[in-house]
């Protein structure tokens, strides 16, 4: 049987520019989890953007466009109607909705592997692990190569983040159970396995998320309970493709589409 080959990049910055692969994104607290989210709660289309007031000027203001933006607190933007916590987008009906999307680690991280020439990239999370995962590792059988679950980060992804860390653990077991069912062979290298022996450091994902200093800042910017809302697997079916356009633009649509069991 032919090997797959899982890696994990912890900042954006350690993936290789060129380099044939398909990448799963995650910034499991919380700006891919809340793209998720915001697509499971009917929005039809994310814009990413480092800057929201001046996207918003670009693409116009109407009914059917909000903005979902945070300062570098982790608080609403001033330009925003909401930040990407799941305790407001919960209950929020997105139906037909456009949302303009900043984080300051997430949406900077899609950013960056654009700008390295990658061009398979999913959206990851706890909320759809294995919907991702399949996708991400039926995407790498096709086109022969292998996957890397790319990690946002912290501080603008210069520095590690221990959650997402973590969810990049969580992910590599669902790659691999995909993996063997195409009778292929998980190779994973030594950046995956730092991540799964991280599994065994915690009694469970809250816990980590809780020790993290992304759960530290939730509970700074009293947000706590979206530690656990971000702790949940598999709520959706989901698996988000970022489509990279040619006006300088990364737009994740929910696309609807039939997810590899």
Known sequence: MEE???????????VKEDVPQVCVLVDVLRATTAMVTMLDQGCSEIILTDDEKCTLK???????????????????????????????INSM??????????????????????????????????????????????MANDLGVGVIIVCAGRENGQIAALDDAYTAGILLEYGKEAAEALNRVPLVKDSGKISSHLLKRYPGTVEAFEDSGSGETMRRIGCKEDIKLCSVENLSDLAPVLEFTENSSIVVKNMNEVVYK
């Open 4 to 14: 797959m080959k899982f890696e994990v990049a912890y900042m954006p910055k350690e």
């Open 93 to 138: 009906d997105l139906t037909g909705k456009r949302v303009i999307l900043k984080t300051t680690n997430g949406t900077l991280a899609g950013f960056t592997l654009w700008n390295s020439g990658n061009q398979h990239v999913l959206v990851g999370s706890l909320r759809n692990a294995k919907a991702v995962m399949d996708k991400a590792v039926h």
């Open 58 to 88: 670009k693409v116009g203001v109407d009914q059917k466009t909000l903005v979902c933006a945070e300062d570098v607190y982790g608080n609403v933007s001033e330009h925003a109607q909401f930040s990407p916590s799941l305790i407001s």
